[in-house]
């Protein structure tokens, strides 16, 4: 009967596999423990007891998902912010490169080249600033017990904010990519490339990181508010 | 002792429990249970999610152990964070109680400096 109750406790948080685990784990630890102190009465009897006065499991599954959804809203911001200082330092590596061994853009790519670059620097700042303004919406204040409408509004409007940041450092790893075609396009293929593709390499599993952690997040807040619906 | 009421101070009343040392939830339970004479019989299935949101707010670390009933346990304690939250709670609650303790005895509230 513990092991059923607890299983569909943990059920309902099937959306976080680790979080279903440890409460599974935690609430049939905690309904063993009240069975085994509660001497008064037969062990089923208890059993049911126990469980009664742990309340209905759903509503507590919403309760561990609101807390569990404001601690991973926190790593998102920040892990965002993170990404976007890597993305930057991926950048001013290969452009050092390109000075230190002064190679030159083609004469012929050059026009395309600028315009790209000024693309590329606006929808960088574009996510610096997108990023940075998520952050700053979850960063501060406790996570609330209810799922709230004012809650649910704060979680909307980091969850804009950060598609708005991914949409940016997209737009800027495509713009990068295209300026290191443009960069590597008529040379012979050498080991002077690997600081160019390898930072190219990082910016775009930066991106997709960013991408794939916000997909998450989104998964994560939709299926807590439909459990608090 | 009005259920609402509890509701509205349980992060102070399990960082108190947890201030006499680590814990496990079904502990901290008791702990309540006993510190407050009875009174305080928290709804055992709320404290969890409160021990959780603690901990995601760096107030509370935890750590699984096995309990000699050879079942994994997971353990709660104060961080040096949880310890000075529950410090400016306590000091919030004690000039909140003083001022109603004022109010409803029709003594002037005592000033304080915060």
Redesign the interface.
């Known amino acids: 009967m513990i092991s059923a109750y607890a299983e569909s406790l943990a059920a309902s948080l099937s959306f976080d596999r680790s979080l279903a685990r440890?409460?599974r784990?935690?609430?049939?630890?905690?309904l063993?423990?009240?069975v085994?102190a509660d001497a008064t009465s037969d062990p089923l009897d208890a059993q049911r007891r126990a469980i009664a006065?742990?309340?209905?499991p759903r509503?507590?599954a919403a309760?561990?998902a609101?807390?569990?959804l404001?601690?991973q809203t926190?790593k998102v911001g920040a892990t965002i912010v993170l990404v976007i200082a890597g993305v930057f330092l991926a950048m001013a590596t290969r452009l050092t490169w390109y000075d230190l061994t002064q190679w030159a853009v083609c004469e012929a790519t050059r026009p395309l080249g600028e315009t790209l670059g000024l693309i590329d620097r606006a929808a960088f700042c574009f996510a610096v600033l997108s990023g940075c303004a998520g952050w700053a919406c979850v960063g501060r204040g406790?996570?609330p017990?209810a799922f709230d409408p004012s809650y649910h509004r704060r979680l909307r409007r980091f969850l804009l904010l950060c598609t708005l940041a991914a949409g940016g450092l997209v737009a800027s790893v495509v713009c990068d990519a295209l300026l290191t075609v443009l960069r590597l396009s008529g040379w012979e293929f050498s080991v002077a490339f690997l600081v160019p593709l390898l930072s190219m390499a990082l910016e775009i599993a930066c991106a997709s990181l960013v991408v794939i952690h916000i997909r998450d997040i989104a998964r994560r807040t939709a299926s807590t508010a439909a459990l608090t619906g | 002792m009005e259920g609402e009421m509890l509701k509205g101070h349980l992060d102070m009343i399990v960082l108190a429990a947890l201030a006499a040392g680590p814990a496990h939830g079904y502990a901290v339970i008791e702990e309540v249970k006993r510190r407050s004479g009875q009174r305080f019989d928290l709804p055992e299935g709320t404290v969890y999610p409160v021990l959780h949101r603690l901990e995601q707010a760096g107030l509370l670390v935890s750590r699984w152990v096995t309990a000699e009933s050879g079942r994994r346990r997971r353990i709660y304690a104060l961080t040096k964070r949880g310890g000075s939250e529950l410090a400016g709670q306590r000091e919030v609650w004690e000039q909140f109680s003083a001022a109603i303790d004022g109010l409803l005895g029709g003594a002037r509230p005592r000033r304080t400096s915060a």
């Open positions: 440890r409460v784990q935690e609430i049939e630890d905690h063993q423990e009240v085994a006065n742990f309340g209905d509503v507590i309760q561990f609101i807390a569990s404001g601690g926190r406790r996570t017990i």
